[in-house]
């Protein structure tokens, strides 16, 4: 335009916007008149405040706008835009879109300000305004801005759908590559579970051979102990017997009287004369037991066994022969009688139920927490109810044959003094009473040594010995009440205890008590000397897990109520596990009171459900010569 005007050629100048022919009268675009459309839109968009980002005039959560319209002068979001311009009223106005925040540095001109960039120099790429276009820029290749820049958005769209693509082929290489190392560890822990899996096998192979070897030495050993110990109680007769004829021998020399002498000299005599141990009787005696021998490698480590016992068992039968022979003829007018278990006398012991007693309430054949149990000579069956404070007595057929009411007693264990009294520990009084129940005589036992007494049993001297749950200890007191001998105390030690509970005694003097903390059953003899203890917590065999009662046959065989673990379980006299005897299949749960009958009973005392439960016991020794054991 300037070049025309320089050479006269150019009159007038058709506006490229409006068509409209204009004098070409100056030199910039500044002097042409101005269309009231262009200047109309211009005021608008100057009046637009684009400092700050401006909310929807319309909606009432005030939501960013998006647009404006001029004629309205209204700002709107996306949604009320829309209704704006589809509504038949306002379908015509000028709406503008609003930016966040005011026009960049680079939508003016850098070197007009007045301009707006419109256009896009390929050659300097840089957006230009129109005075720049006709300016330094008029030689240039010069595109539209909007084309431009959708020309490179396009190039740019290009690009990222390339590095999509890319980083999906990324994203499933990953995803494989994942997969692959869960199979790859499953596989290897598959393959690790096959190593285990065998090696338990192996293992458990090596286990039951292990097991199985040890249960052939351990049958070996508890018999030839077992053997061992009977030696030693029928070495034990023999010198109390022959004590007592060496005391009565030297009685006669001592006196003077010749007619005294004469008169004892033939039946002292005659006694002395039976006494002789031979030397085959000596060298039973003293014949040492022999186990069989373990020989690594070979298919049968105890090859030996079979022979080894079957020489040793004939030994033994022929030794229990000549001493029962022997004993005949010299212990016959012998007060200790010991009655040694032959040996078929070590087959499991089975038991099946008689009948039960109880069941909760005050009724007569109801029981109340019934504790403590104990026999009669007759087999009838005497329960202490703690919960009912009473003492009942029921017959075979489970009928109440008495009842005796204890008004100022809360029973907790029993034991028979003889048949028509009994000996209880009460909770109430924190004493031992004595109860005659014919007459229903009660009378209470004042120690010293007593503080809260729980378990109580009998000794074959009429002493009573008693557990005290305060002190810890064990107290032997007469039956008036005088102390004896107390042994025991709070502690961890062999000799000390932890909560000590219920109590037996055999027809020795030993006592076996059930010291429930520590899960073990002690026996001392009558001063107190530990003389073994067997046990441990524990749900396999030969453990325990809070013991209560404790029993024992006339053999010696030893009868635990294993509360802990709802089971009774049977030891032999010398603390060797040997079965259990009753579980939850025959309804046993938590145990806690047991009595035994000479007459093969056992009854199975269970405060939790209210019950006693009695039981024939088979492959037991029958014995009318032993005071029935309780608990």
């Known amino acids: 335009m300037r070049a025309s005007k320089e050479k006269g050629k150019l009159k007038r100048f058709q506006c490229p916007t409006c068509r409209i022919s204009v004098p070409a009268t100056k030199c910039t675009v500044y002097d042409f008149p101005k269309d009231f459309r262009i200047v109309k839109l211009r005021d608008a968009i100057q009046g637009v405040k684009l400092q700050r980002m401006q909310n929807c005039d319309i909606c009432?959560?005030?939501?960013?706008?998006?647009?404006?319209?001029?004629?309205?002068?209204?700002?709107?979001?996306?949604?009320?835009?829309?209704?704006?311009?589809?509504?038949?009223?306002?379908?015509?106005?000028v709406t503008i879109t609003t930016y966040p925040g005011r026009l960049s540095s680079q939508t003016a001109c850098d070197e007009h300000e007045k301009e707006r960039v419109k256009f896009f120099c390929e050659s300097c790429n840089q957006a230009i305004c129109v005075s720049c276009m006709f300016g330094r820029h008029a030689d240039h290749e010069i595109s539209n801005l909007n084309e431009s820049l959708e020309s490179k958005r396009e190039e740019l769209r290009g690009c990222l759908n390339h590095l999509r693509s890319q980083l999906f082929l990324l994203q499933d290489s990953m995803f494989h590559l994942t997969c692959m190392e869960g199979k790859f560890k499953g596989e290897y822990e598959e393959e690790k579970l096959k190593i285990k899996k065998n090696a338990q096998v192996r293992v458990g192979k090596i286990h039951a051979e292990e097991m199985k070897d040890l249960t052939h030495l351990d049958q070996s050993y508890h018999f030839q102990y077992d053997c061992m110990s009977r030696k030693k109680d029928q070495c034990r007769s023999y010198i109390k017997h022959f004590s007592s004829l060496q005391a009565r021998l030297e009685s006669v020399l001592k006196v003077n009287d010749v007619r005294k002498v004469a008169s004892s000299y033939k039946d002292v005599l005659h006694d002395i004369q039976?006494?002789?141990?031979?030397?085959?009787?000596?060298?039973?005696?003293?014949?040492?037991?022999?186990?069989?021998?373990?020989?690594?490698?070979?298919?049968?480590?105890?090859?030996?066994?079979?022979?080894?016992?079957?020489?040793?068992?004939?030994?033994?039968?022929?030794e229990h022969t000549d001493f029962n022979a022997f004993q005949s003829d010299v212990f016959s007018r012998s007060c200790m009688i010991y009655r040694s278990p032959t040996i078929e006398s070590v087959a499991k012991i089975c038991a099946k139920l008689l009948y039960q007693v109880g069941g909760c309430g005050r009724n007569l054949s109801q029981l109340c927490l019934p504790y403590g149990?104990?026999?009669?000579?007759?087999?009838?069956?005497?329960?202490?109810?703690?919960?009912n404070s009473r003492l009942q007595i029921f017959d075979k057929l489970t009928h109440t044959k008495k009842m005796v009411t204890l008004m100022t007693c809360i029973p907790r264990c029993i034991t028979a003094l003889s048949d028509d009294k009994f000996a209880v520990a009460d909770e109430l009084g924190k004493?031992?009473?004595?109860?005659?129940?014919?007459?229903?005589?009660?009378?209470?036992?004042?120690s010293e040594s007593l503080a809260f007494p729980f378990g109580i049993a009998c000794l074959p001297d009429d002493n009573l010995v008693v557990s005290d749950m305060i002190f810890e200890n064990i107290s032997i007191i007469t039956p008036d009440g005088g102390k004896v001998h107390e042994f025991g105390s709070h502690g961890n030690d062999n000799e000390k205890f932890d909560n000590p509970s219920y109590i037996a005694t055999d027809c020795h003097g030993n006592i076996f008590v059930s010291d429930s903390g520590h899960h073990e059953i002690k026996v001392f003899d009558s001063m107190g000397e530990l003389q073994f203890k067997f046990g441990g917590y524990g749900t396999g065999d030969g453990q325990l897990k809070y013991p209560k009662g404790v029993a024992l046959d006339s053999n010696g065989t030893i009868y635990v109520a294993d509360a802990g673990n709802d089971r009774v379980v049977v030891f032999s006299r010398l603390g060797f596990y040997q079965s259990t005897l009753l579980d939850r299949n025959y309804g046993i749960e938590r145990p806690t009171g047991l009595a035994y009958h000479p007459a093969g009973l056992l009854a199975v005392s269970m405060p939790?459900?209210?019950?006693?439960?009695?039981?024939?016991?088979?492959?037991?020794?029958?014995?009318?010569?032993?005071?029935?054991?309780?608990?």
């Open 373 to 387: 149990v104990v026999f009669l000579e007759d087999e009838s069956l005497m329960v202490a109810e703690n919960g």
């Open 608 to 631: 939790d459900k209210h019950k006693v439960s009695v039981f024939q016991l088979v492959n037991t020794p029958i014995s009318v010569c032993q005071r029935p054991h309780s608990c």
């Open 274 to 318: 039976q006494v002789k141990i031979s030397d085959e009787h000596r060298n039973n005696l003293l014949k040492p037991p022999r186990l069989p021998s373990y020989s690594p490698g070979l298919e049968s480590p105890f090859a030996r066994q079979e022979s080894c016992s079957t020489s040793t068992n004939d030994a033994v039968r022929v």
């Open 431 to 446: 004493c031992v009473k004595i109860i005659d129940i014919f007459n229903e005589n009660v009378h209470a036992i004042a």
């Open 60 to 93: 009432a959560d005030a939501s960013n706008s998006e647009s404006y319209c001029v004629d309205c002068e209204k700002y709107f979001c996306q949604r009320c835009n829309a209704r704006h311009q589809t509504n038949s009223v306002s379908a015509s106005h």
